[in-house]
């Protein structure tokens, strides 16, 4: 069995950060461990929420009493998702060290979640630069989705060469695999992101398509799922992408196979919520996609 130290928000209602990624990863059986940087009544998007952001010593804190349990040595992986304060990334850097001693195979996968196209920048001032300079030496997968990809590189991906050019100064910064979300093919050119992407898309009309890309090992491939429309978008779909792919790879070792799982377990939720006409993610009725591993959707080698 696989352990996975989970260290993201938690919310009592809905499903994103904590509640977005710990059921998927126990559907396929995988031991998380849960801590929680904050705990609101619901996510901020529905602009009323009540709740309380952590300290990063009371994160320490917890971490503190688990390693007085000796887990150090069973933990595979440490998941860290939207931090809240700028003390709680120190917090967390501190506990990857602190496993590392113990187990110095652990991997670190980390979402940058700093913000996005539509709402700019969400997190206090540090954060970027946080990610820059010190989480992302330590990580070994990171899963932006692109516009937290353009502020960790500082390239503006408009087409397939920025893309490159960003993910090898990812891989620059330390991270072996790069998994970038919500990206899209043509921001302002006519670039293409290979022969999944040909559909004419611009800036005004984003395509029928959600696309990922993974970069690794001097390659890189991109997924093109069908895009559904929602009355209100759900949030937490990136927190869980990052809980579905590093499940499969502790699992499998392989990140091209992880890569296709992910994105067909994704695109199956994303199904069932489009047809509940919900604001939430439908991971408790089609918690089945997690389970069965499907590959619905080849990857696409593009590098």
Known sequence: MRRVLSIQSHVVYGHVGNRASVFPLERMGVEVWPLNTVQFSNHTGY?????????????????????????????DALLSGYMGTLDIGYAILDIVASIRKRNPLTLYCCDPVMGDYERGLYVQPGIPEFFRERALPEASIIK??????????????????????????????????VLITSLEAIRGQDAAFGAAARDSETPETPGDHIRTLLSFGGGAYVIGTPRFSFPVPPHGAGDMASAL????????GDALLSFERMASAVHRIFEA????????????????????????FPAEKVW
């Open 47 to 75: 602009g009323h929420w009540k709740g309380q952001v952590f300290s990063g010593s009371h994160v320490a804190e917890l971490w503190e009493g688990l390693d007085a349990m000796d887990c150090a040595p069973i933990c």
């Open 144 to 177: 932006p989705n692109q516009f937290e990809a353009e502020i960790l590189s500082g390239v503006a991906i408009r087409g397939m060469e920025d893309a490159r050019r960003a993910c090898d100064i990812l891989h620059a910064k330390g991270p072996d695999i």
């Open 273 to 296: 919520t489009s047809v509940d006409g919900s604001a939430e993610l439908a991971i408790i009725r089609a918690q089945d996609a997690f389970a069965e591993r499907q590959r619905l």
């Open 245 to 252: 792919f590093l499940g499969n790879y502790l699992e499998t």
